[in-house]
Structure formats: structure tokens, C-alpha cells
């Protein structure tokens, strides 16, 4: 509020909140302490007295530097509003650190107005008399000491709502009225009588909540607790003391017909009479009933089997139970002798097991035959530790059994395994069963929890692993949890101290020059350069890298650019060889300013004044270059690719953009693995051809052209018996092509390829020969297809047809929505050829082709994953997808469907997901995004679409949010340049 306020003022300039009225001011204040309501008294002459007006009192000891004070205070509060109607609320926290004395010390000298009394429970009853003349609503009083102070006009109040007491004495009254009471909290009380108690609860006719609680340090216990009350909804009955202060016989008697809540934990009690307990009532069980739980005990008396029998008789009737380790300990004794009574209406089974009671637990699941959901808390498993479960599964686990959660944290032990199995392997209908992994425990144990993962599953069961935080829930843990948190703290401290004496010392200056060369080798020469200042040392050794890779925007012109590559080349001419040479030349001014800079270079004769011959020079000096990287980027493409390196035996990797190759008969790339060839021009396409298949050891070629330049590729040829990888971007202007470019066309021949990017917008004939079995193609082609009109002629048709059949052998292929496009134009003539070993398919759809889908998945009998990417639908969009029958790998294979693009609530989109999920025999898993901007807005068609009925049990729904990023991906992705 004062933040608000700050804003509003600066916003503003007014103080908006003194323009209320008084009786809002009063309502508002009325809703924080007292203490911050006298506060606002120095805001201004206005709120000097208004807290004044507020029917609300509500005070602790702590906000006064003693009781006169206190006292004091509360005294002229009441005398100074007797005038009010009425005090709505009063609320005493008497809490002192000080002995009872020192109080009654103060108030005898320093209380003028109470001279003639001088015990302070005097003024306590006396305030509480005044509060229930004003009509007091809600009356809140905790004390620290047990006191006589309750006045009998307590009773009789009329108006109270809200009763709550602590640590006082409650006299008898054989006249008790309450009508209005709705909340009564009863804590560390003492009663005249276990009549009293039951005549309080009984006089309050809309009684609701009601919470009794007792710890037994004091002197007295309860005999018989009674309550009976035809409108209570919530009872909280805590009840524990020592031993030896027990009676004989101790009983509850609980008559709610009403109840929706019942807390029972008691350690006094053994005997309980629960009277038409409804039905939809939730029961939190912490009951001992007396029995001797120690480790030699392992029989229980008739009578308390009687007890236990009668009690859980009288629960039958809940759906909702939490049952705490005492009272199942007391359960598993019970089982020795006699099965449990049947909870039939049992729904929700929360249940707190210790190691040894454990086995027990499907004696105990035999009783709940209707039980969904079933929440288990453990002691802490020993490594080794077993556990053993009768033969036999309970009903529930055959019939109804829904959801197990185990909130106790996974460490990795056999009995866990052995527990989360036990579920998995006989729970017919689980639907979810979910862990907790500690943090500390996730990499130890990494390969334990997979193995719960994969363990058999008698249900289509979701597992759920969560991985908690530094904090968890558990029972047992806190001891080991400290060891755990010391001795990673003592790790930590040992590293840092480590790192520290590391820091004090140079050790990177102390390893010998090849290494450091190594280094060095492994940076751009712009940052090796910089390292010349560090020491003495260090000042010629990056001269030494076998390494020069430079860009011109590192220098602030060519003519500096020049000068430091020819003298670097010179120096290091005594070097064995210079294995990377990479020049990233990209000139943002005419060739002709660059020439002129060039005039200035006293190294370099007059006559050669063109940049081109520079480069030519400096590819020439690079003798036994390994590594070969030139980009040349410039209005026009310039001579300067030297005939060496056609020749060069040491050349293991070349690199080349927008430079000219010259045609030469003697080509001999002995060593040669990766190629990338964008935007070159080639003397002729023969030559690009004998260039590829010069290269026996070729493993990875790259060829780009963009069709921005003169000159396009006619037919490109790839013959390579070593090739693994080839991408090839031929993405061209139609308006640039010649009127002879009318046989554009690819040829492969490639057997060992085992991945191929084929994006052309150019050729109109693609040849791929002996493309291998395991080969990953991803295609966007066109055909130079028409694609307004609605046929496409027989010498196309056959072109598209050949084409994919080529393809049919691949197990991995993705397709752009450009091809899918002419696919589709395809399949309106006749079917697609079949892929019988495709395995995988990523779909780029335009909407207008979605429709096709199941036709083409037709064509894909034994596809197990399918990644689709979508156009954004429009609100109002339709999706009808064409084949009346379901495709083949929707019936036998298909396992994993993914919708990348996010879903943003469309109907097409939700027809799409419901196509797979009732068509899809043996799905696993359908992974959706969910776009960020649009979760609230469509959470219901999202809940809508996780609903729809499955036709494979096992299926997986689950959906992401989309990150900050505008999509997750889009078509674009696709186009890979370099």
C-alpha cells in the first residue's frame, strides 16, 4: 500500500486515499493490527483520530515497553469509544518474558483509575465484560498463564461469531447461549466439568469449525470428551499427554452428522463412539488406542483388537483417509490377528509407512477395493535393504487404482525399485505414478531411476520424476541430510581454497612454446596478436602459429591488412609449413579506392596494383597449407585462384566464396575430406565435376549458388565413391536465367551418403543413384512447378515420380512445404511410390496441404516418428483430412508425433491432434508447444485437447510452453546456409 501510494502521489501529485470518507478510512484500518493503525494518527490533522473510530482492538504485550502501558492503553480505548455502537473484534496476545509478580507490582503502584484493584486479571475480565456490552463479534484471547479470569457473560453473547482461547479457565454455567457462533478454537483450556464442554458445544446451534486441543502438561485430562452438534463441518481434536498421567478409561464421543473434516490425534484415548459420520467426510487418523508398539510386541489383547475393529468400522463410510505411522503401526499389529474391515467408499488413501510395516501394505490395499489415488510417505531405505509383498494383487490394483504417488524422496534403494515395480507390474488402470528425486541424489542414482522408468507396466501408466530442491519432505532424513550438507560444504571450501593458491601463480607461462603455439592456434590471429603484451615471453610466440586467420574489419584499411599478412608470410618463411590459412576479405568500397591504397605499399612493385594478384601471392606462399578458407565478397567476382592449389597434397579442408575458378587439366586433391564451394564461378560445369571427383578422401561437399551472379550451373555432376555429406543450395532468379536454361539438372552418384540437403529452386531433373539404406535426405526442390494451376503434365509427373522413388530407400527424410506443395499436385494424378524403410519424416505443411497427410502416411507403412511444422490457422479455418481409410503406420508403427509449431487454440489444430490420438494403435507419445502469449487464453481448449479419447493406452500427452522467442522454429529453417 505505501508503494501504491508513492506511485499514485508521483503520478498524480494528490493523496487519493485521503479523499475516502471516514467509514472506509475506519474499514480499512480495521484490517491491520492496532498498533500499525495508531500509525497513521501523524499522517495528518485528518487521520489524527480516525483509527479512533474502528471496531477493532487488536493488541500484543510485545508492542508495549510493560503491562501498566498495555493495560493503560486498552483501559482509555474502551472509555474513549463507549460511545460507538459496537467493537467488532477483540483480540489479546498476552504474552509476557516476565514473572507474574513483576506485573502485579506495576499495576499496583503505577494504575491510578484501578486503585482499589490490584490484580490484573481484574482488568482483563473487566475488558472483556465491556467488550461483550458492545457487542463483540469475534473474541480472541491467549494467555500465558492458566488464570482465573473468563467471565460467565461470555456465554450469553449474543453477537459472537468467532470464540478462540488459550491457556484459560472456563467456569461452569447451567446457562450457555451462543447463537451466533460459527468458528470455536479451544486451546490448553481448562473446564469445570467434561459436561461444561459438551453444553458449550452443544449451545451453539450454527457451530462449524471447532478445534479442541489439549498436551497434557497440565493437571488435567479429559475423562470423556463429547461432542455432538447438528451443524459442525470441521473438527480438529489434538489430545497427547505423558504417560503416567493417564486414567483408566478414556473415551470419544463424536455426533456430527454434518462433519466434512475430521482430525483425530491422540495419544489418551482408547475408546472412540463416531455417530453417523457422512460420507463425503475427509479423516486425518493419529490415534495410538494404548497399544504397546515396541519391537518385542507382536500381539495386541482382544479388547483393543475390539477397539480397533469397532473404530475402523465406524470410518467405513469416508472417501477421503490419511492414516499417520502410529496408528499404521498399530493396523499391522491388528493384521496378525484379522483382516481389516472393508472401506468400500475409499477413494483417497494417504498413508505414512514405516520400513518394517511396509509388507503390510497390500493387506491393507485389500480392504479399500474402490481405491483411485494412493499417496505414500516412507522411512528412509538402507542400500540394500529388500522387501517382500504377498503374491496375490489387491482388487483395487485390478479394478480401480489410478494414481501412486511416493512423496518420500527416490535415493536409489533396492526396496524402492522393488516398490515402484510392485505398482507398475499389477495396477491394470494406472494412469500416473509419481516420484521425488533429491537433488543431491541425481547424478548418483541417475542410472537406478531410468531403470524405474523402463520398468514393465501392466497399464499405459504416465511416471512422473520430479527432481526437489535443497529442501524436501521425508520423515526420517534430516540427520543424514546435515552430514550431506557439511561435507559438501567442506568439498567446496577445500576447491576454493585450491583455486585460490591456483590464482596466485602464472601456470599457463610455464608450459613449453609448442604448446603454447597449440593455443594459440586454436583463436583468431587478432586475439593471438594481443597476447604479445603479457610478458617478455610472450611477445613473439603467437609468430610461431602455423595459423593465420584474419578479416578485414580488423584492420582500418587494406593497405594495413596487406602489409601485416606480407610480412607475417616473409618472417615465417623458416617454419615447416603454415597449416591454416583463412582470409575473410569483405570490401565495402569500389576495387578502384583499394588499388589506390595499394600505390602506398613500398613491398609491392608498382605494376601490380590489382588486390587479386596480392591474394594469389599470398595463397601461393602458403606451401603445405592444411586448411584453406577464402571469402571474397565484393561487387564483382575477381581472378585470383592461383593453379597450386589444385595440386596441393597437404590440402585436408577448402574453403571458397565468390572467387573464379579457372579450368586445368592436372587436378590432385590426394587428401582433401571437407569442400565448400558458394557463390564461385567455374570455368565450365565439367570442371566443377572433375574437381569432386578428384578428391579420392572427399567425405563432406558443400555447393551453394544463389543465381545472384552471372553465371548459373547447367547440369551439376557429383560422382564420389568416399562422399558422406553432401548439401547442395542452388536457389536462382528466374529472371536471370538465359533462354537456353531450360535443362537444368542434378546428378548423384554417391553410394556411402549418408546425408543429403537438396535445396533447389533451379533444376528441373534430379538423378540420385545408389543412395544408401541409412542415408538422411532433406529435401525442398520445386520442379519449377506452376503451382496455380490444379494439374500438372505427364512429363513433370514422371520427373516428381522417378525423383521420389530415387528416395524410397531412406529411413530419415524432412520435406519443405515447397515440395510438399508439388507432392500434392502429385497425388491428385496418382499415388506416392512407397517408402518401406522410412523410419522418421519431418512435414513443413502449408495449410493448404495438410489435407493430404493421411495420404501420404499411406506411402509410409513402417514410419515410427513424425515431426509436422504448421502455417499459424486462422480462428475460422477448416481441416478435412482426405483418406477414408487409416494409413498403415497409424495401425502397426507409428509411436512419436510432434507439433512444433504452437498451438493457439484453432479448431484445425485440435482436429489434427484428435486425428492421431483416435487412430493411433500403438502412440506413445504426441508432443505439443503451447504459444506463451496464448495460455490463458485457450487453457480450456488445451485442457480440451489432452481429453480427447486415445486409442492407445500407453499414449503420452505433453505439451511445453513456448519460450520468449517469437516461434519455436519456422520453414525458414530449412535454408542452412554454411
Avoid at 570490401?587 to 609491392?604: A, T
Avoid at 593453379?643 to 571458397?656: A, E, G, N
Avoid at 493457439?904 to 482436429?911: H, L, T
Avoid at 506463451?932 to 503420452?956: A, H, K, Q, V, W
Wanted: glycine share 2%.
Amino acid at each position: 500500500m505505501s508503494e501504491r501510494g508513492v506511485a499514485c502521489r508521483r503520478r498524480t501529485g494528490e493523496d487519493m486515499i485521503s479523499l475516502l470518507p471516514d467509514h472506509l478510512l475506519c474499514q480499512i484500518l480495521s484490517d491491520v493490527p492496532t498498533k500499525t493503525a495508531v500509525v497513521t494518527s501523524v499522517l495528518s490533522t485528518r487521520w489524527r483520530t480516525i483509527w479512533l473510530s474502528t471496531p477493532v482492538l487488536d493488541l500484543h504485550t510485545d508492542d508495549f515497553p510493560n503491562f501498566t502501558a498495555f493495560a493503560s492503553f486498552i483501559s482509555w480505548f474502551l472509555d474513549f469509544s463507549k460511545g460507538s455502537s459496537c467493537l467488532h473484534k477483540l483480540k489479546l496476545d498476552l504474552v509476557s518474558k516476565r514473572p507474574i509478580q513483576e506485573i502485579f507490582i506495576e499495576s499496583s503502584w503505577d494504575l491510578a483509575f484501578v486503585r482499589g484493584y490490584l490484580d490484573p486479571y481484574y482488568l482483563i475480565t473487566d475488558w472483556i465484560n465491556k467488550a461483550v456490552t458492545r457487542k463483540v463479534q469475534h473474541l480472541d484471547i491467549s494467555y500465558p498463564w492458566i488464570v482465573e479470569m473468563m467471565p460467565l457473560s461470555i456465554y450469553t453473547c449474543e453477537t459472537l461469531v468467532s470464540l478462540k482461547l488459550q491457556n484459560v479457565p472456563l467456569a461452569d454455567s447451567q446457562y450457555v447461549s451462543l447463537p451466533l457462533l460459527n468458528t470455536m478454537h479451544l486451546v490448553e483450556n481448562i473446564y469445570a466439568s467434561d459436561a461444561l464442554l459438551e453444553n458449550l458445544v452443544s449451545s451453539c446451534p450454527v457451530l462449524e469449525d471447532l478445534t479442541v486441543v489439549r498436551k497434557g502438561d497440565t493437571v488435567y485430562n479429559f475423562e470423556v470428551l463429547r461432542v455432538r452438534s447438528q451443524s459442525l463441518k470441521s473438527l480438529v481434536v489434538v489430545l497427547s499427554g505423558r504417560e503416567w498421567w493417564y486414567k483408566a478409561c478414556r473415551v470419544a464421543v463424536i455426533d456430527a452428522p454434518g462433519l466434512n473434516y475430521l482430525s483425530l490425534k491422540d495419544n489418551k484415548f482408547t475408546s472412540y463412539v463416531i455417530s453417523s459420520l457422512s460420507s463425503s467426510a475427509k479423516v486425518d487418523i493419529d490415534v495410538s488406542f494404548d497399544v504397546e508398539r515396541s519391537g518385542q510386541t507382536t500381539l495386541i489383547d482382544s479388547s483393543k483388537r475390539s477397539a480397533l475393529r469397532s473404530f475402523f468400522s465406524m470410518l467405513s463410510s469416508v472417501r477421503d483417509m490419511t492414516i499417520s505411522l502410529t496408528t499404521l503401526e498399530c493396523i499391522c499389529l491388528y493384521l496378525k490377528h484379522e483382516p481389516l474391515p472393508q472401506f468400500p467408499y475409499l477413494i483417497r488413501l494417504h498413508a505414512v509407512l514405516s520400513n518394517s510395516d511396509l509388507g503390510n501394505l497390500p493387506n491393507i490395499l485389500e480392504s479399500c477395493p474402490n481405491l483411485k489415488s494412493l499417496v505414500l510417505e516412507l522411512n528412509n531405505f538402507r542400500k540394500e535393504e529388500l522387501l517382500i509383498f504377498s503374491s496375490s494383487a489387491p482388487e483395487c490394483l485390478r479394478l480401480s487404482l489410478e494414481c501412486v504417488e511416493i512423496r518420500t524422496p527416490i535415493r536409489g534403494a533396492v526396496a524402492e525399485i522393488e516398490l515402484v515395480k510392485y505398482f507398475l507390474e499389477n495396477s491394470a488402470v494406472l494412469k500416473k505414478i509419481k516420484m521425488r528425486l533429491r537433488r543431491g541424489i541425481m547424478n548418483n542414482e541417475s542410472n537406478i531411476c531410468m531403470q524405474l522408468l523402463r520398468l514393465r507396466r501392466c497399464s499405459p501408466c504416465e511416471v512422473v520424476v520430479e527432481e526437489l530442491e535443497d529442501t524436501f519432505q521425508g520423515l526420517d532424513f534430516y540427520s543424514e541430510l546435515m552430514n550431506d550438507l557439511v561435507s559438501e560444504w567442506l568439498k567446496t571450501m577445500s576447491e576454493r581454497r585450491v583455486t585460490c593458491r591456483r590464482t596466485r601463480e602464472d601456470r599457463i607461462s610455464l608450459l613449453p612454446d609448442h604448446l603454447l603455439c597449440q593455443i594459440l592456434s586454436d583463436v583468431p590471429t587478432k586475439t593471438a596478436v594481443v597476447t604479445s603484451v603479457l610478458s617478455t615471453r610472450w611477445r613473439t610466440i603467437w609468430i610461431s602459429t602455423p595459423v593465420l586467420d584474419l578479416h578485414t574489419h580488423d584492420f582500418p584499411n587494406f593497405y594495413a591488412f596487406a602489409s601485416f599478412i606480407s610480412r607475417f608470410l616473409d618472417f615465417s618463411k623458416g617454419s615447416s609449413c603454415l597449416h591454416k590459412l583463412k582470409l575473410d576479405l569483405r570490401f565495402g568500397r569500389p576495387i578502384q579506392d583499394i588499388s589506390s591504397e595499394l600505390r602506398n605499399l613500398e613491398f609491392v612493385s608498382r605494376r601490380y596494383l590489382d588486390p587479386s594478384y596480392l591474394i594469389t601471392q599470398w595463397i601461393n606462399n602458403a606451401v603445405k597449407v592444411q586448411h584453406l578458407d577464402i571469402l571474397f565478397l565484393h561487387p564483382r567476382i575477381v581472378d585470383m585462384m592461383p593453379l597450386s592449389i589444385y595440386t596441393c597434397v597437404t590440402l585436408v579442408s577448402l574453403k571458397l566464396c565468390n572467387v573464379s575458378l579457372a579450368d586445368t587439366e592436372n587436378i590432385s586433391l590426394p587428401r582433401l575430406k571437407i569442400m565448400h564451394l558458394v557463390d564461385n564461378v567455374y570455368a565450365n560445369d565439367a570442371f566443377l565435376e572433375k574437381l569432386i571427383s578428384s578428391c579420392p578422401v572427399l567425405e563432406d561437399l558443400t555447393v551453394v549458388r544463389h543465381g545472384e551472379t552471372d553465371y548459373n550451373l547447367e547440369v551439376l555432376r557429383v560422382h564420389s565413391k568416399s562422399l558422406k555429406s553432401l548439401v547442395v543450395d542452388l536457389d536462382g532468379n528466374s529472371f536471370k536465367y538465359s533462354d537456353e536454361d531450360t535443362g537444368k539438372a542434378v546428378v548423384i552418384d554417391a553410394p556411402r551418403l549418408t546425408y543429403l540437403s537438396l535445396e533447389d529452386y533451379q533444376s528441373t531433373s534430379f538423378v540420385i543413384n545408389k543412395l544408401g539404406l541409412s542415408a538422411k535426405v532433406n529435401v525442398n526442390v520445386s520442379f519449377d512447378m506452376d503451382f496455380d494451376t490444379e494439374v500438372i503434365d505427364s512429363s513433370k509427373r514422371s520427373v516428381v515420380g522417378t525423383f521420389i522413388t530415387m528416395l524410397s530407400t531412406v529411413r530419415d527424410m524432412t520435406l519443405s512445404g515447397t515440395t510438399l506443395q508439388v507432392i500434392s499436385l502429385y497425388l491428385k494424378h496418382e499415388p506416392l511410390p512407397q517408402f518401406p524403410y522410412l523410419i522418421r519424416f519431418h512435414a513443413v505443411f502449408y495449410n493448404s496441404d495438410l489435407g493430404k497427410l493421411p495420404n501420404i502416411l499411406e506411402s509410409c507403412p513402417n514410419l515410427k516418428s513424425l515431426v509436422l511444422e504448421l502455417e499459424e490457422f486462422k480462428v475460422n479455418e477448416v481441416l478435412v483430412l482426405s483418406s477414408s481409410s487409416i494409413p498403415e503406420c497409424l495401425r502397426s508403427s507409428l509411436e512419436c508425433v510432434e507439433i512444433r509449431t504452437p498451438i493457439r487454440g484453432a479448431v484445425p489444430e485440435i482436429e489434427l491432434v484428435n486425428y492421431f490420438l483416435e487412430n493411433s494403435a500403438v502412440l506413445k507419445k504426441l508432443k505439443m508447444c503451447l504459444s506463451r502469449g496464448r495460455m490463458n487464453e485457450e487453457s480450456n481448449i488445451l485442457m480440451e485437447l489432452l481429453r480427447l479419447r486415445r486409442c492407445s493406452p500407453s499414449c503420452e500427452v505433453v505439451v511445453d510452453l513456448e519460450e520468449l522467442k517469437e516461434t519455436c522454429h519456422s520453414m525458414m529453417r530449412y535454408y542452412n546456409f554454411l
